[in-house]
C-alpha cells in the first residue's frame, strides 16, 4: 500500500491519495501423473493411456533420474512420468523358483523390477518423486500415483511406510488398477512353492506340485 501526496501548480493545493497494490497471485502448482507398471512389464504398458490422454507426451523416471526432456501438459495442465522399475535387479543375487535369475548386466533380462522386494519397488518410487519435486524440476508439485497390478501394490508399499516425508506430502492421489490389494492365487502358489522347495528337482514329495505349477 502507497499513499502519494501530490501539490497542484495553479493554487497550491494539496491532495493525497492512496494506491493499493497486490502482488500477482501465485502460479498453481505442477501437477503431475507417475505411472508405474506391473510384473514383468515396462513402461511401454500404459502407451495407449499415454496416447489417449496426454497426447502421446511423457517422461521417463528410471534409476532416480529424468530422463529426456520434459513432458508437454494435458488440456487441463498436467503432465505425465512413467517410472521405470528394476534399478536393483541386477544387484539384488535373488533367483527364482525356476532358478532364473539376473547374475550380471549382459544377462539377456529386461530390467522390471521381479527380483525386488516391494521395500525396494518402494524405494524406487520414493527416489523418482524426489527427482521430480528437487529444485529446477517440479517443486512443490502435487502428484497422482497411478500403479497397474503390482505397482498399485509397490505404491501402497510406499505410502504405508512409517513416518512422513517430502515426498509423501507430494502425494495427492492413489489409484490402482488391477492391483491384488487381497492377494492373488498365484501369490498364494508361489508362496507354497516357496515354503515348500523340490530340490533337486523331481526327488521330493513336493515334485507333482512343482510339476503342476512350471511343469
Not at 93 to 113: A, D, K, Q
Not at 143 to 163: D, M
Request: net charge negative; proline share 10%; hydrophobic share 35%.
Amino acid at each position: 500500500q502507497f499513499v502519494v501526496k501530490a501539490k497542484l501548480d495553479n493554487d497550491g493545493t494539496e491532495f493525497s491519495f492512496t494506491l493499493n497494490v497486490q502482488p500477482p497471485p501465485p502460479p498453481p502448482p505442477p501437477r503431475i501423473v507417475l505411472l508405474l507398471h506391473g510384473m514383468n512389464s515396462s513402461p511401454a504398458t500404459w502407451d495407449a493411456f499415454v496416447n489417449a490422454t496426454f497426447n502421446g507426451s511423457s517422461g521417463l523416471v528410471s534409476d532416480g533420474v529424468l530422463v529426456g526432456s520434459a513432458p508437454a501438459p494435458n488440456a487441463h495442465g498436467i503432465q505425465c512420468y512413467r517410472l521405470q522399475f528394476g534399478s536393483s535387479d541386477y544387484d539384488s543375487g535373488r533367483v527364482g523358483l525356476e532358478s532364473l535369475s539376473v547374475p550380471n548386466e549382459n544377462y539377456p533380462y529386461v530390467r522390471c523390477g521381479d527380483f525386488e522386494s516391494f521395500d525396494e519397488l518402494s524405494d524406487e518410487i520414493d527416489d523418482a518423486i524426489a527427482a521430480l519435486i528437487a529444485p529446477g524440476a517440479y517443486p512443490n508439485a502435487e502428484i497422482i500415483l497411478v500403479g497397474h497390478s503390482r505397482g498399485g501394490l509397490a505404491a501402497r508399499t510406499f505410502l504405508q511406510k512409517p513416518g512422513s516425508s517430502p515426498r509423501k506430502a507430494a502425494i495427492v492421489g492413489l489409484l490402482t488398477t488391477g492391483s491384488p490389494h487381497q492377494g492373488s492365487p498365484m501369490g498364494r502358489i508361489y508362496s507354497w512353492l516357496g515354503a515348500h522347495p523340490d530340490s533337486p528337482r523331481g526327488s521330493t514329495v513336493y515334485s507333482q506340485e512343482w510339476n503342476v505349477v512350471i511343469g
